[in-house]
């Protein structure tokens, strides 16, 4: 049988390169920071969400790539109202409007006269 | 959202109709074709908003926008019946319907989720980590943890505004002590330990301080003035 097997690094990041989700490059500190904290952040290689596939190097949505979505709304006659990629704006740009994912959500515990959007 | 005055769908394109007079205008719009014709267009209107081609049915967002119209409605509903108890656990089951699916779509295409709540004006928020009833007890722990951070940082504060207040007249003495024994090197002809620059440095420290007391004399006189208003 196949058992999954997962290791756990806690990295340092002061300027907060990366977000939930993420897939990172780590390298190991030269001196352990503190008892828990061994590596740091070099690169963020995929954001969450945005998925690059490493063997071609084009964009994928799920398990179709962004060109064939395209193609495809184009054969059956594209709408101005679809999504397009070339005009969507970087990552992050509804934080704190629409999209509350930044920080973990909590189970509501008073009534505050300002409301906290992150509790549930 | 959609004015009663609109025409359903069937007789949206007709000629016929957009030369008739404004009563019969009225008897075919929508205020007369009951609440599922209404319904119908809110859907319409909101899948049109993102649909990619013209027969995008079963993609994620045209899913999402179908249920979301459905919501809309069924809120509507409630607005007038609060007490429709089968409404409110529907609307519970989309509600939560759609979550998943804008979960999914967060995983796999951020910026398109990014932009599908911002044209059907959804709120995304993340799943909880524990998601459990509230108790009596965990609430009055967690305000009393508060309470208590409240007044351990005001302590804090408190304690810090006093050792800044006791830094000027501190920096004062030490520029004429300073002062003081440099003079006597000189005159006594002693190897001279204290030089320009550090007295220079101890004024400067001792310049930037009165500014920040005087910026916090004027916030605290404003606060006098507002609480006696």
């Known amino acids: 049988m196949y058992f999954r097997k997962d290791e756990f690094y806690y990295c340092h990041d002061p300027v907060k390169k990366c977000k ?3 897939i990172v490059l780590i390298q190991a500190l030269p001196h352990k920071m503190t008892k828990l904290i061994t590596h740091e952040i070099k690169d963020v290689v995929y954001p969450f969400g945005d998925i690059t596939d490493p063997v071609t190097g084009k964009k994928v949505a799920k398990a179709q790539y962004r060109e064939d979505i395209e193609k495809q709304a184009e054969i059956y006659g594209k709408l101005d109202s679809g999504f397009d990629y070339n005009k969507a704006p970087a990552r992050g740009w509804q934080d704190g409007k629409k999209d509350f994912t930044s920080k973990p959500t909590y189970t509501k515990f008073h009534v505050f006269d300002e409301e906290d959007p992150y509790a549930v | 959202m959609i004015p009663p005055s609109a025409l359903p769908e ?13 009563a019969v205008k009225q008897i075919f719009s929508i205020e007369h074709r009951g609440k599922k014709e209404y319904n119908k267009l809110v859907q319409k209107e909101l899948i049109n908003r993102i649909r990619r ?3 995008d049915e079963n993609t994620a967002e ?4 179908r249920i979301t119209g459905h919501i809309r409605c069924l809120q509507d509903t409630l607005e007038k019946y609060p007490r429709n108890v089968k409404a409110k656990q529907t609307a519970q089951e989309l509600i939560d319907r759609r979550k998943k699916l804008l979960k999914y ?13 911002e044209k059907l004006n959804i709120v995304y928020k993340a799943h ?4 459990h009833k509230l108790s009596r007890k965990e609430s009055l722990r967690k305000l009393t943890e508060m309470h208590c951070e409240d007044i351990r940082q005001g302590k804090l504060a408190e304690y810090k505004n006093l050792l800044e207040s006791q830094q000027g007249p501190f920096l004062k003495d030490k520029i004429d002590a300073l ?3 440099r003079s006597e090197q000189i005159e006594l002809q002693l190897p001279i330990t204290v030089m320009e620059q550090d007295i220079k ?6 310049e930037e301080w009165k500014v920040k007391d005087d910026l916090k004399q004027q916030a605290r006189k404003k606060k006098k003035n507002l609480l006696l208003e």
């Open chain 2, 10 to 22: 069937e007789y949206a394109l007709s000629e016929e109709i957009k030369n008739a007079s404004e």
């Open chain 2, 179 to 181: 002062k003081l024994i």
């Open chain 2, 62 to 65: 045209t899913r999402i926008a």
């Open chain 2, 128 to 131: 909880p980590e524990s998601l």
């Open chain 1, 20 to 22: 939930t989700g993420d």
């Open chain 2, 201 to 206: 440095k101890v004024e400067q420290q001792y």
């Open chain 2, 53 to 55: 081609h013209q027969y």
């Open chain 2, 105 to 117: 779509l967060r995983q796999y295409d951020y910026k398109k989720f990014e932009w599908l709540l």
